[in-house]
């Protein structure tokens, strides 16, 4: 059964930093982030090949930076200077090689002072 378990949402001020972790259960071609506010449609955050080609939001770009442990079959989400318009559900992504998709459980990540 494709399991991916995410960690690492809360609540943070503004300015600060969150690392988002999703642990698959099985290696998948592509990994990533997308996220949701209510009233929208899920937006991509970051995603990164199994071979390291990444892909950022222009919303992400320079304030995210996305990475894999492949033998942990585990991506990561770091985010600094987190700013309030960031605060959304944060969904973890993976695609196997012959193109299913699967999402994870999402995570609420608020940023408030």
């Known amino acids: 059964q494709v399991q991916l378990v995410e960690s690492g949402g809360g609540l943070v001020q503004p300015g600060g930093s969150l690392r988002l972790s999703c642990e698959a259960s099985?290696?998948?071609?592509?990994m990533g982030w997308y996220r949701q506010t209510p009233g929208t449609q899920r937006a991509l955050v970051a995603t990164?090949?199994?071979?390291?080609?990444?892909n950022y939001a222009d919303s992400a770009k320079g304030r995210f930076t996305i990475s894999r442990d492949n033998a942990k079959k585990t991506v990561y989400l770091q985010m600094n200077s987190l700013k309030p318009e960031d605060t959304a559900v944060y969904y973890c992504?993976?695609?196997?090689?012959?193109?299913?998709?699967?999402w994870g459980q999402g995570t609420q990540v608020t940023v408030s002072s």
């Open positions: 990164l090949t199994n071979s390291g080609r990444t």
């Open positions: 099985v290696t998948f071609a592509n």
């Open positions: 992504y993976a695609r196997t090689f012959s193109g299913t998709t699967y």
